[in-house]
């Protein structure tokens, strides 16, 4: 701890904003148009093509806009049920409550965390219209059986991907399955990051088209076409929508980062690596890599500290602040939160792997950022945490 002390604070996460990031900013602020216009239609356009071509991006502000559009578009409303799994970021789940709906919360997988499959019957109703799996830190759901549950029971399927970029489930990258919608955030701390922005992506027109009049003003074009095509001062206001746009300046930030995505991802996959192999002999229940077939984003790296291991989450955290690194806790889950709780009476029993992963889990730094340095320190805090405790 006393060497810790003479080192910087090693951050919790980081984006990584390269020159050219910072160049295209700079070049957008003295075009004269900083907000949604050709930088956003060009980061759209790049970001389709990442995914194959196949399928209409949506630039946001936020996931959370993009989630609320895509369940804006499949027409959800008052007296609908939404399946989500419990363990996961309010965003998931406030959504649904945006459109008058109720989310139906539904416990995680031990290994994974993602949503448990086999659970879906449980929380089945007349009334379930779709379910929003989340691709927990980077790694793919069971998206087999959950497309196939949903088909079989006509419901709607939109991901929640804020940690999959760039994931991929049975080789197809996250963004060009057979969902109705899938939502990237471009929040300052995930994957690919433009400060606050998300994209929508969708293979459906008619929801890709809603979600373009609806992320501004239910204008049935947006700022881009309006002053392209011939007539530009003539508009329709065909709903009252939201104030969800992109801002070419975060665009600029974006398409840099997607050219630089594969590098960033490399540089987590190596981290977390270093991880696994370090922490192999200690107390731990490390995350899930997935199969070696599939890309798993690292967007975290959540540890869960064994029963019996002799320091508990709390004291664990303390120790790696001492240490000088910042943690953090991938969630508390929904249950555990006074408005979901106390709105539908939800127990811990009622959740049983999410409430004991809660217990035990802490996510240690993974960024592309962190250097060599950076890693072994964290890989040092976390042994040394054994090394002290009374056994
Ligand atoms: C970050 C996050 C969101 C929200 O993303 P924003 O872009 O901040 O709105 C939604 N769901 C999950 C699981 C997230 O981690």
Redesign the pocket.
């Known amino acids: 701890m006393q060497t810790d002390e003479l080192r910087p604070y090693l951050p919790f996460a980081l984006p990584d904003i390269g020159q050219a990031e910072i160049d295209e900013v700079v070049r957008t602020l003295k075009s004269g148009w900083i907000t949604s216009g050709p930088t956003t239609a060009r980061f759209e356009k790049e970001f389709a093509e990442h995914l194959g071509g196949e399928v209409q991006a949506v630039a946001v502000n936020?996931?959370?806009?993009?989630?609320h559009l895509a369940v804006e578009a499949l027409g959800i409303g008052p007296g609908d049920e939404v399946i989500v799994p419990v363990h996961?970021?309010t965003?998931?789940a406030e959504v649904v409550r945006y459109m008058g709906a109720d989310p139906v919360f539904v416990d995680v997988d031990p290994v994974t965390l993602n949503i448990d499959a086999t659970l879906l019957a449980d929380a089945l109703t007349d009334r379930t219209r779709a379910i929003i799996p989340?691709h927990?830190g980077g790694l793919a759901c069971d998206m087999r059986s959950i497309l196939s549950f949903a088909k079989s029971h006509g419901l709607a399927v939109v991901e929640?991907a804020?940690?999959a970029l760039p994931t991929t489930f049975e080789g197809q990258p996250i963004g060009s399955l057979e969902t109705d919608a899938c939502?990237f955030?471009?929040?300052a701390?995930?994957t690919l990051a433009t400060g606050?922005?998300?994209m929508l992506v969708t293979r459906n027109k008619e929801i890709a088209t809603r979600a373009r009049t609806m992320r501004l003003h239910g204008i049935n074009r947006d700022v881009f076409d309006r002053y392209q095509a011939g007539g530009p001062w003539y508009y329709e206001v065909v709903a009252p929508g939201y104030k969800y746009n992109m801002t070419d300046i975060a665009a600029a930030i974006g398409v840099h980062q997607l050219r630089r995505l594969s590098e960033m991802h490399s540089r987590r996959e190596f981290v977390a690596q270093r991880y696994t192999e370090a922490f192999r002999e200690l107390p731990l229940q490390l995350p899930s890599a997935g199969t070696s077939q599939d890309c798993h984003a690292w967007?975290l790296y959540p540890i869960r500290l064994a029963p019996d291991c002799g320091i508990d989450r709390n004291a664990m955290v303390a120790h790696m602040n001492a240490h000088g690194i910042g943690v953090s806790v991938?969630?508390v889950p929904l249950h555990m939160q006074p408005y979901w709780r106390d709105r539908y009476q939800l127990t811990e029993e009622a959740f049983p792997v999410s409430s004991a992963a809660y217990q035990s889990m802490l996510s240690i730094p993974i960024y592309s950022k962190m250097d060599d340095a950076s890693v072994e320190r964290v890989i040092g805090a976390v042994k040394s945490a054994f090394e002290r405790s009374p056994k």
């Open positions: 936020s996931a959370t806009a993009g989630l996961t970021f965003a998931t989340v927990y929640d804020a940690h939502v955030s471009f929040y701390t995930k606050e922005g998300g967007h991938h969630y």
